[in-house]
């Protein structure tokens, strides 16, 4: 079956079309400033990637773009919509409404409604992206899949803040966690790395990327993840600033003389990494090259970030009292040897022990750890969206 895979945002939206039975990318590409003007990037497998400026008033002018370049008798992999046997679409928050990914029905479309409050940003784009699919797709089956869901498995020990009650009993103030699509894709491909069943394993995965989390998955279960009830919380990212101290906020926003909104764009936006390098880059090529020759702000930042990893990784080894297999993903994860490097040498008490050579590949599945290493650490590229057309075939 070739299934359509949309992650759509409030201006852009992503697509691949992948056959599910080869598990090949039949075409890929994006829709930018929807709503805006309109561009679309089209590359079928094998062929070259075209950009188009097309005008993309709403989300649905978009999908039929992108429905047009599929079936285009030239650069098309399809003859017409019956050959696209279902949708899957990425869904950011489930709240506690969705722990599996579902078919989506009328009942479902208005649960999503009911999360957006939870994620203002992304849910009512994925809604205008579902709506808008259905529109110009009716009958083809549609699936939600969740960057929540796999972490509904959290023990209460590990989801409830330090806040109180009511606020969980009223408004669900907890911690959901993201990139679950992602952590659940990695961690089961580590299980069938060491040859032993999914639920019989520890496993971190560290998924390093512009938005980065951690997890500790014990059993084919999500029992800690480092974001919260936002995807603010945890390590430092790319502009995002992770973990601090609640208090750090009115001392700032009394010396800045900054409101919410303003704290927020500071938290979300001009920290991080790229905030904590005195704004030279969010981009890890940027700070381990400037690092590397010498400069001692790029340096620290790359330093800040790796022990917050390694830091994370030493209490979720505490939380499954011990750990079998570290996974390292996506653009960092999988590309950045230093990082890697800086991280495996705080876990020596583990007995983990580098790889060297093998640690300097990139974007490749690899075994970094020694064949004595008492944990097995590898790199294991993600691939969110394959995971969710597979997902999207289970279901349908
Ligand atoms: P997201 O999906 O969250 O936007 P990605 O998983 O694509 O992020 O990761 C993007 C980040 O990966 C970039 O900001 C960059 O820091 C890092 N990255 C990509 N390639 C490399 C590389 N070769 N070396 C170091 N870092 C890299």
Do not use: W
């Not at 704004?279 to 790029?298: K, M, P, Q, V, Y």
């Amino acid at each position: 079956m070739n299934v359509l895979v949309i992650n759509c945002g409030s201006s852009s939206l992503k697509f691949q079309l992948i056959n599910s039975d080869s598990e090949q990318v039949l075409a890929k590409g994006l829709c930018e400033r929807i709503g805006i003007d309109g561009s679309l990037t089209y590359q079928p497998a094998g062929g070259e990637k075209v950009k188009s400026d097309k005008a993309m008033p709403t989300h649905t002018e978009a999908i039929q773009f992108v429905i047009d370049a599929l079936t285009d008798d030239k650069t098309g992999v399809v003859k017409d919509l019956k050959e696209i046997g279902a949708v899957g679409h990425r869904v950011v928050h489930g709240g506690e409404k969705f722990a599996k990914s579902v078919v989506i029905t009328d009942e479902v479309m208005k649960a999503i409604e009911e999360c957006n409050d939870l994620a203002p940003l992304h849910n009512p784009a994925n809604l205008i992206g579902i709506n808008a699919c259905q529109k110009l797709m009716p009958g083809t089956p549609m699936v939600a899949v969740f960057d929540t869901a796999f972490h509904q498995t959290m023990p209460a020990k590990a989801y409830m803040y330090g806040l109180p009650y009511e606020y969980y009993d009223k408004y669900k103030v907890r911690r959901y966690g993201f990139h679950g699509t992602s952590h659940s894709f990695v961690s089961k491909r580590a299980a069938e790395l060491v040859g032993k069943p999914y639920d019989a394993v520890k496993t971190i995965v560290c998924h390093l990327g512009n938005g980065a989390s951690i997890c500790a998955v014990e059993n084919g279960e999500s029992v800690d993840t480092s974001m919260g009830l936002t995807p603010l919380e945890g390590l430092v990212m790319g502009t995002r600033s992770g973990d601090i101290d609640p208090a750090i906020l009115e001392f700032i926003a009394k010396k800045e003389d900054l409101d919410i909104a303003g704290l927020m764009t500071m938290l979300n936006k001009k920290s991080g990494v790229f905030g904590l390098s005195n704004n030279l880059s969010s981009d890890f090529r940027d700070l381990t090259s400037a690092a590397e020759s010498g400069n001692e702000i790029a340096a620290t930042t790359v330093d800040v970030f790796c022990y917050r990893v390694a830091k994370y990784v030493g209490s979720y080894v505490a939380a499954m009292n011990g750990v079998d297999v570290i996974a390292f993903t996506a653009g960092i994860g999988e590309n950045a040897s230093l990082v890697r490097e800086k991280v495996m040498e705080y876990l020596g008490y583990l007995g983990v022990a580098i790889d060297k050579e093998a640690n300097d590949s990139h974007g490749e599945e690899v075994k970094i750890s020694t064949p004595d290493s008492k944990v097995d650490v590898f790199v294991i590229p993600t691939n969110e969206e394959l995971a969710i057309a597979r997902e999207t075939v289970a279901l349908v």
